[in-house]
């Protein structure tokens, strides 16, 4: 059974989410997605916020490269890392 509402799956959405807004922001034209890898390092014990913290690592013409965490309380929960490309147009 597969549970579009689990934390795993909320989690992994919304920092996706954080990774994608700030790709874009980093070249000032939409992105699209070409690659995403994440990795679960501590169950959260609670159902706390959330804080996503996303930081670009490379932004060229074409490609933008960003990594990010997300947080629940001190507790690191998933790291993630995008590959963006800049949409013509």
Do not use: C
Not at 29 to 36: D, L, T, Y
Not at 49 to 64: L, Y
């Amino acid at each position: 059974m597969n549970d579009a509402s689990a934390p795993e799956t909320v989690y992994v959405t919304q920092l996706l989410a954080a990774l994608n807004a700030d790709a874009a922001k980093a070249s000032d034209r939409p992105v699209a997605i070409v690659s995403a890898t994440f990795e679960w390092i501590k169950p959260a014990r609670d159902a706390g916020d959330a804080v996503t913290h996303v930081t670009i690592t490379r932004s060229t013409r074409t490609i933008v490269f960003s990594r990010g965490d997300l947080k629940i309380g001190d507790t690191l929960v998933v790291r993630g890392s995008a590959v963006h490309r800049v949409v013509e147009g």
